[in-house]
């Protein structure tokens, strides 16, 4: 199946998935970013705020963000899905990015939609002689109606840090997070290291 690139006049073009059930997304070449993921009601679930743009170059977001990105013409192979509407995007490292962070390396995003369901699988190769640390940066703002009816399940026993306490360290001890309050954490996995 083709895909759907087009430019909404904002000058960043975008790869429109779509299912025949009528949900859709939409992802950026430039930042290789999901900014629009809709159901077969065609209603957004994602939430973007009008009030600030969509990019920035906060050093705790990366520079990844900040790239235009390519379609994948040569995806490394993942198992397939039946019914699958997906998108393959690289970013391979330049002679700019060497000179922030000096390790060379291909960065691939898939982007599926299969039944209503968004899912992203980051893939990072290390093309460089030296190991080197990485981690994803995987946020979301979704609409919801009602928030004393949202539920997170499977974090229990991981460290996170609280961000209105000044990014203290904290376990989660629950089986499910409520919210009655405002919540800014930051989920902590372990790091993972990629040898040369």
Do not use: A, C, K, Y
């Given at each position: 199946m083709p895909l759907n690139i087009v430019n909404k006049g904002d000058g960043?073009?975008?790869i429109i998935l779509t299912e025949p059930t009528g949900s859709s997304a939409e992802v950026l070449l430039y930042g290789g970013q999901v900014v629009s993921w809709k159901n077969e009601r065609r209603e957004e679930l994602l939430?973007?705020?009008s009030k600030f743009g969509n990019f920035g170059s906060l050093e705790?977001?990366?520079f990844a963000k900040n790239r235009?990105?390519?379609?994948?013409s040569d995806p490394s192979p993942l198992a397939a899905t039946n019914n699958q509407t997906s998108v393959d995007l690289i970013l391979k490292s330049?002679?700019?990015?060497?000179k922030t962070w000096p390790r060379s390396f291909e960065l691939r995003l898939r982007v599926s939609l299969n039944a209503g369901k968004l899912t992203l699988i980051p893939r990072v190769r290390n093309t460089d002689s030296k190991t080197f640390s990485f981690s994803f940066a995987l946020i979301n703002y979704l609409y919801v109606s009602d928030?004393?009816?949202v539920r997170v399940e499977g974090l229990e026993t991981l460290d996170y840090?609280?961000?209105?306490m000044r990014r203290e360290r904290f376990t989660e001890q629950a089986d499910a997070i409520t919210f009655d309050e405002e919540v800014n954490r930051v989920v902590c996995h372990s790091i993972m290291s990629i040898p040369a």
């Open positions: 960043f073009p975008r939430f973007m705020s705790q977001h990366g235009l990105w390519s379609v994948d330049t002679e700019e990015d060497l928030i004393s009816e840090l609280d961000n209105l």
